[in-house]
């Protein structure tokens, strides 16, 4: 009897540590968060950044193996410009490529707009 009680024992099992896993992570998230964020100085940007130019920092984090956030306001842009690793190379994406390439990075309200 045992046999038939084993893949549903297994299963719970799994779907816990699925659970835990997935809390875990919504954690982490939200104190990633609330953390205080300060800007890098361009000396300290430029060890992490070692392939750009002095003072351009790069938007794709994740090729640098860091953790980022997306301001909500670029959800909708149909067209997103950044440097390319220079001051001098503009790189453009349509916003659907944007949010491909930005499809595991959280989301946030960080800034807002100058409506003066």
Not at 18 to 40: D, E, G, S
């Amino acid at each position: 009897m045992d046999y038939v009680f084993a893949p549903i024992v297994w299963l719970l099992g799994f779907v816990v540590n699925v659970v835990l896993w997935l809390v875990w992570q919504l954690l982490w998230i939200v104190l990633w968060l609330v953390l205080p964020i300060v800007l890098a100085s361009e000396t300290e940007a430029s060890t992490i950044f070692g392939d750009c130019e002095l003072g351009s920092v790069p938007p794709v984090a994740g090729a640098y193996d860091l953790m980022a956030v997306i301001d909500d306001s670029l959800e909708g842009s149909n067209d997103i410009y950044f440097e390319g690793g220079d001051h001098r190379t503009l790189v453009h994406l349509t916003g659907g490529n944007f949010q491909h390439l930005m499809q595991d990075v959280p989301h946030a309200h960080i800034g807002a707009r100058n409506r003066g």
